[in-house]
């Protein structure tokens, strides 16, 4: 599901945000929609919340990301 607890929730969030928000739309009235949009609004807060926990608590640009691969490749090819 997730590579942690966090994103293992903001996952299931977001897996019943899709389901309910469509089935309210459709068929089950406006309670099941409200939920479903609670549950993508939710999922969506907790992603973006433990987005830092994947690059060390600093955010890097892919730019950054790529140039220190390239960088550790080279090191690498060296030793």
Known sequence: MGANSAQGWSLFLF?????FL????????????AIGMI????????FYRIKPLEHGGVSQSP???AALT????AKARRV
């Open 22 to 33: 469509p089935a309210g739309l459709v068929y089950l009235g406006p309670l099941f929609s």
């Open 15 to 19: 897996l019943v945000g899709f389901t």
């Open 63 to 65: 730019q950054t990301s």
């Open 39 to 46: 549950c993508l609004i939710a999922s969506a807060v907790g």
């Open 70 to 73: 390239a960088g550790e490749l």
